[in-house]
C-alpha cells in the first residue's frame, strides 16, 4: 500500500492527437514528423555553416531517404528481432506494415545507415561527415519518440516502489517511467555528449557517428534493466539479458569498429591532403 500512495497515478494522455473526419492521427505520428522537420531545419543551418559538406537543394530528397530508411528499417527491424509468428500465416506485407505498430530502433539504425551511404553515393558527397551531422541531430526524434512511447504507455518498465513510479492503465501498482529515463538518455544526455566532442576535440569524419552507436548502446543497455522485456521473449539468457540489451551490445561494438575504421580512413587521407 505504501508503495501505491508514493506512485504517481498516468495522465491519461489521448494518444491520438486529433483526428480529420476519418483520419485519425497520433503523437507517435506527429513525433517521427517532427523529428524530420525539426531534422531538416537543424541541417539546413549546419549546411549555411560549412559543417554539412553538401548543397542546401540536396537536403529534402537525403531527409527523404532518410524517412524511408526509418519506417523501412523500423519496422523490418521489429519483425526480425521481435516478431515471434514465423510459420503463423499472415500477409505477405507484414515485415513492413508499420500501421499496425512495432518498430525497433536497432532495425531503424542499420536501414538510415544503408539510405545515407547510398544517398552519398549517388551525390558524390562525403558519407562521414553527412552521418556525423545526422547523428548531432538524430536525439531530438529519439527524445520525441519515447515521450510518444509514454503517451501510448507501452514499453513500459518493471513493478517498482520509487517516489516516481507511474500506475499506467491496467495496472494497480507503479512501474519505472523507462520511456522517460530513455527520453532524457536518449535526447538531450547523448546530444550534450556528441556536441561536446564534437566543439572541444579535433575529430575525422564518421567519429560523430560513431561514437553516437556506442553511447546509445550503452545507455539503451543500462535503461532496460528498468524496462519489462518484451512479454513475446522474454529474458533470452542468463535470466537478466534482453534482447534490447543484446543489440545494443551489437551496436557498442559495431561503433567501437566504425570509430577505428574511420580513424584508419583519415590517417591515411592526411598525408594525401598535406601533398596537395
Known sequence: MLHLLAAIQYPHIDPEAFHIWKIHVRWYGLAYVAGLMIGYFLLSRMI????????????????????????????????????????????????????????????????????AFLWAWFYRAPFGNVVDCMALVAPIGLFLGRLANFVNHELVGRPSNVPWAVIFPGDDFGRHPSQIYEAILEGPVLMAVLWGFYKFTRLWDGAIASLFLVFYGLFRFLVEFTREPDPQLGFIAWGWLTMGQLLSIALVVLGLVMLWISRSVARKRAPLAAGK
Open 48 to 115: 549555411k555553416q560549412g559543417r554539412l559538406r553538401i548543397k542546401l537543394d540536396h537536403l529534402a530528397d537525403l531527409i527523404l531517404w532518410l524517412a524511408v530508411g526509418v519506417m523501412v528499417g523500423g519496422r523490418l527491424g521489429w519483425w526480425f528481432f521481435y516478431h515471434r509468428n514465423f510459420g503463423t500465416p499472415e500477409p505477405w506485407y507484414e515485415p513492413i506494415a508499420a500501421w499496425h505498430g512495432g518498430m525497433s530502433f536497432h532495425g531503424a539504425v542499420i536501414c538510415v545507415a544503408l539510405a
